[in-house]
């Protein structure tokens, strides 16, 4: 980017996550609750396009379910850093969604993360990642996750993160049930003595870093499913019929109510998606995103 003659306009890629195990460790004083999370960015995205210009900060999207006023994080982060550096003209946001929304795959955060690097480019502030990844963290908890990208260990509210190596290639099947999920009234019921059994975050390290399947996916384990299985029953029954379809291991991601069905054979995940999207139209065949960070870690295409 060069300071003499910013672009006018970018388009950036926004990955949605999953969440391949979720403890919840206890609730803090702030009222959030501690964490430790493995996050994972795959190839479902959503596409941001910036324009500078026009009169104040305005958000447009093909979908209904996208909010287009204070509400949308994307808006949230723009304002953000106009307010924090002073930032002049006017800024059109346009979300192409294709990330479900209220799905637990972070399509929002995702979007907000797409509009700091973003913005960043666009008026040449040079920030650099930890700045940026701080800004994150006050729009959201994922949102800091969504601008580093690849695979993480996140702690704290989920903005702490410890980059992990790059990992196999992962295939999944996601399927979304026709209905949305509250983060905060998931995490409002979540009792820990509810939860059967947490997951063992050290052994799916070990796992990850041996670059080894099976128990990647053995050590998938997420504690909300303890809140969202019992209030939705229908996520259950996804989650079988995924493991009846061939995958390793399937599992709610985040507060959900997205499943993941983690397979080994990409041939069987295709036949599983193609099964699964008869009867859910929000299913999709996708891998492991491998570019890092929003935009593939690359600068946004400028016009
Ligand atoms: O940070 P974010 O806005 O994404 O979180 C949405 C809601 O989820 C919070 O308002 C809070 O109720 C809950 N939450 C939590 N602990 C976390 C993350 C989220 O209790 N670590």
């Known amino acids: 980017m060069n300071l003499a003659s910013p672009a ?3 388009m950036l890629e926004a990955p949605a996550k999953v969440n391949l195990t979720l403890n919840v460790l206890g609730k803090r004083d702030d009222g959030y609750h501690e964490l430790e999370t493995v996050m994972h960015q795959i190839g479902l995205t959503d596409k941001i396009s910036l324009k500078r210009g026009g009169s104040g900060i305005r958000v447009g999207s093909n979908s209904p379910l996208v909010p287009q006023d204070e509400e949308n994080l994307a808006y949230q982060a723009a304002r953000l850093m106009y307010d924090k550096f002073a930032l002049q003209a006017g800024l059109q946001i346009y979300i192409e969604k294709n990330i479900p929304v209220g799905a ?35 729009i959201g908890s994922d949102v800091s996750f969504c601008i580093m990208g ?10 702490i993160l410890s980059p992990l190596a790059e990992g196999p290639e992962l295939t999944f099947v996601l399927v979304k049930p026709d209905f949305q999920i509250s983060t905060r009234a998931v995490y409002q ?11 063992d975050t050290a052994a799916f390290l070990a796992a990850w870093n041996n670059c080894d399947m099976i128990s990647i996916a053995r050590k998938m384990n997420n504690v909300l499913e303890s809140v969202s299985l019992s ?17 390793e ?17 990409r041939r069987q995940a295709q036949q599983a998606f193609l ?27 400028s016009g």
């Open 150 to 159: 690849g695979t993480a260990l996140a702690r704290g509210r989920g903005e």
């Open 189 to 199: 019921m979540f009792r820990r003595e509810n939860v059967a059994s947490p997951p």
């Open 104 to 138: 637990g795959l972070a399509g929002g955060s995702t979007d907000a993360a797409a509009v700091i690097t973003g913005i960043n480019d666009l008026f040449g502030l040079q920030l650099e990642l930890n700045a940026m990844l701080e800004l994150g963290a006050r």
């Open 275 to 301: 099964q699964m999207q008869r009867e859910y139209k929000e299913s999709f065949l996708v891998f492991s995103y491998r570019k890092g960070g929003v935009n593939g870690g690359k600068a946004p295409h």
């Open 249 to 265: 291991n399937a599992l709610m991601s985040g507060s959900g109510p997205t499943v993941l069905g983690l397979f080994l054979s």
């Open 231 to 247: 209030e939705h029953p229908e996520i259950m029954a996804i989650k079988h019929q995924l493991v009846e379809l061939g995958a």
């Open 8 to 10: 006018s306009a970018c």
